[in-house]
Nanobody, 115 residues
């Protein structure tokens, strides 16, 4: 089993920055890709960014050029650096980790972009 512990959410003004962190604990040897998803009330959870074990990344079009995903395999931690934040980035952000057969989710951290 894998547990994901997220941190770094909060309130930020438009144009500001935040950095989310997610640490994996447990059977981390099984993890391949790690990523971030987000969800707002009434909408489906959507992919924000994902990074493979070798460092390959993929981003949602809406965050390209503003967000950067990275991972520290030695620490079993994935980061999401969010710059030039917009009100529409307001959401609960969920960390995700995938092994060959299982998918794990964090409990979510709220990011609010508002003046």
């Amino acid at each position: 089993q894998v547990q994901l512990v997220e941190s770094g959410g909060g309130l930020v003004q438009p144009g500001g920055s935040l950095r989310l962190s997610c640490s994996a604990v447990g059977s981390t040897f099984s993890i391949n890709a790690m990523g971030w998803y987000r969800q707002t009330p009434g909408k489906q959870r959507e992919l924000v960014a994902v990074i493979g074990s070798g460092g390959t990344t993929n981003y949602a079009d809406s965050v390209k050029g503003r967000f950067t995903i990275s991972r520290d395999n030695a620490k079993n931690t994935v980061y999401l650096q969010m710059n030039t934040l917009k009100p529409e980035d307001t959401a609960v952000y969920y960390c995700n980790a995938a092994s060959r057969y299982l998918t794990y989710w964090g409990t979510g951290t709220l990011v609010t972009v508002s003046s």
